[in-house]
């Protein structure tokens, strides 16, 4: 796949080098330009996060092909598996009905025994990049400004994967997050 990236002739002894490493990930990311502008008329803003590692841990409940087109010089085919969440995220939502709920089976043995696991969860009211001066210059009283503006939903990040956005609430005067949506990124 790389050596058709590159424009090279098809040598199946030729060395995987530098080059070609970093040519696959690149048509990934232009793959993925394409997908989330092509979602973004009916689905509005989606985010795309590509992660080299093995293959996946869940069952795909759906299978995309991408595919050169009839005409092209080369045929290549790149088949995507979809988890469940993450297929359901991407079904057209039609405004007055409600969201359909994600399927719920059965946990194995296996899987029950992590349930009682503790995991860091945080909340994301916004970001911003600082020069380390920037840093070492704030004070008490100091107003850092962030990318969001007050409406914007907050994110629910899990050991620091963003999985859902809500709106802050407070509960027995305590602050509290009430879901709004869930976001499962390509990595989650």
Request: charged share 25%; net charge negative; with cysteine.
């Amino acid at each position: 796949m790389a050596q058709l990236l590159m424009g090279e002739a098809l040598d199946a002894r030729a060395e995987f080098n530098r080059e070609m490493l970093e040519a696959v990930p690149e048509l990934f990311r232009q793959v993925a330009g394409h997908i989330t502008t092509a979602l973004k008329a009916g689905s509005g803003e989606v985010q795309l996060r590509l992660e080299p590692g093995g293959p996946p841990s869940w069952p795909a409940a759906a299978t995309v092909w991408l595919a050169a087109t009839a005409d092209a010089a080369s045929k290549l085919r790149i088949e995507v598996q979809l988890s469940a969440a993450l297929a359901a995220a991407l079904r057209p939502v039609v405004p007055g009905t409600p969201e359909p709920a994600l399927p719920t089976k059965p946990l194995p043995d296996q899987l029950n025994r992590l349930m009682d696991v503790e995991l860091a969860a945080s909340l994301r009211f916004g970001c911003r990049r600082m020069l380390l001066r920037e840093v070492l210059e704030l004070s008490a009283g100091a107003v850092v400004e962030l990318d969001r503006k007050l409406k914007e939903p907050v994110d629910l990040l899990v050991d620091g994967r963003l999985i859902a956005r809500g709106e802050v609430v407070v509960v027995d005067g305590n602050y509290g997050l009430r879901v709004t949506s869930l976001v499962f990124d390509a990595a989650g």
